[in-house]
């Protein structure tokens, strides 16, 4: 066998644990990794305060002196704040909904962690994602994980052909509940660990507190208005709504009434009723295709629109200017300006793109 060398992004979960045995046991050399991501601080919590990332940190060292490989921690924090955090934050402050997960994979995960992986001389980064790579041809294509709950091929649609030539997915053709028992079975004090359900700076999901601890801005009210402009209250500031939003709006009504839009310029939140929730038609800009090319004219495809949600029957179609139209079927609940829509050909991701925009047609 060829000397192969392989750095694993080790989180501290039994996803990336088991990653790295499996890599471990294919012969490669591996050298384990966990971003420091950000500072205490960062994300609103007292300095001394001995938080789960520290945890997990300590998780992932005692795995990898079980597999006996180094390990290191690589300090991206300056990189994560200005890349995600402060992204994040102009999001919020512009009526968006950002999904950050998919901005540290593009950014730290496929970015930085590239970077030290070539300073250390590996061959490969591999990841404890739940999707597939495979080869056609001369092309790399990314594949929905075996598992269907667990699918995490949403969230990594911004891969590009050199990022597929050079990473592992040890974890696609896997079921969850398999990759659990291969760390019981092996002794892993993780096996039975939750999986992270938060966004990893916004402890205990206040996405708000962290806004206001990072903006420059302050948060300012401004009035609920409906589709016709009449004003119906005041809200709180926009950074506390969200598209398809019905509860902690504050203002009560006959029927319920949902966010239909975030207008940041005018510091107006429109709402309606469910039916104005629905849209069949969204823009969507910063596109990647992962075959590195986009197709010429319409395409039909499925798309999704959230992480959670099934694809949807729709067309696709490559504007002028780089930006993809897309028009499902049938209408989507709450297309949500600064979420990612991802299109789909069965199992293959065929690219994807932040929503822009969206109206009824």
């Known amino acids: 066998m060829d000397h192969r060398k392989a750095l694993i992004a080790m989180s501290g979960g039994v996803d990336s644990s088991v990653a790295a045995l499996l890599m471990k046991e294919q012969g490669y ?48 924090s300056h990189d994560f704040r200005a890349k995600i955090i402060d992204r994040f934050v102009w999001s919020y402050e512009n009526g968006r909904t950002p999904n950050p997960c998919i901005d540290c994979n593009r950014y730290m995960k496929f970015g930085k962690l ?92 206040d996405y708000a507190r962290v806004i206001e601890l990072y ?11 409906d589709s016709s402009g009449a004003v119906l209250g005041q809200h709180r500031g926009i950074i506390h709504y969200t598209i398809g939003q019905r509860k902690g709006l504050g203002i009560s009504f006959s029927e319920p009434r949902y966010v239909c839009a975030i207008d940041s310029a005018n510091n107006t939140v429109t709402l ?19 075959s590195g090319t986009a197709p010429s004219g319409s395409i039909r495809c499925k798309a999704k629109i959230r992480y959670q949600q099934a694809e949807q029957p729709a067309t696709a179609t490559v504007l002028p200017d780089k930006t993809v139209e897309v028009v499902f079927d049938a209408p989507q609940r709450a297309v949500t300006p600064g979420q990612a829509v991802v299109l789909y050909d069965g199992d293959i991701v065929l690219g994807g793109g932040v929503i822009r925009q969206h109206r009824n047609i």
Request: hydrophobic share 30%; proline share 4%; with cysteine.
């Open 215 to 225: 903006s420059k801005h302050p948060v300012c009210p401004g009035n609920f208005v």
């Open 114 to 205: 590239f970077e030290r992986a070539q300073i250390l001389g590996c061959d490969k980064v591999v990841t404890g994602h739940y999707a597939r790579i495979e080869k056609q041809g001369e092309q790399y294509i990314l594949k929905k994980a075996a598992d269907d709950k667990k699918d995490q091929s949403y969230v990594l649609y911004t891969m590009t052909q050199q990022h597929l030539r050079q990473t592992m997915f040890p974890l696609g053709e896997l079921q969850k509940t398999t990759v659990r028992k291969l760390a019981e079975e092996h002794g892993f004090t993780n096996a039975s660990k939750p999986d992270s359900q938060d966004i990893c700076f916004v402890p205990h999901g």
């Open 272 to 290: 309606g009723v469910s039916s104005e929730v629905y849209q069949r038609h969204l823009t969507a800009d910063d596109f990647n295709w992962i």
């Open 29 to 76: 050399d591996c050298v384990g990794c966990t971003m420091k991501l950000y500072q205490n601080e960062d994300a609103g919590i007292p300095k001394e305060h001995t938080c789960c990332s520290l945890d997990d940190v300590e998780d992932a060292k005692r795995i990898a002196r079980y597999l006996k490989i180094p390990y290191y921690i690589f300090n991206f």
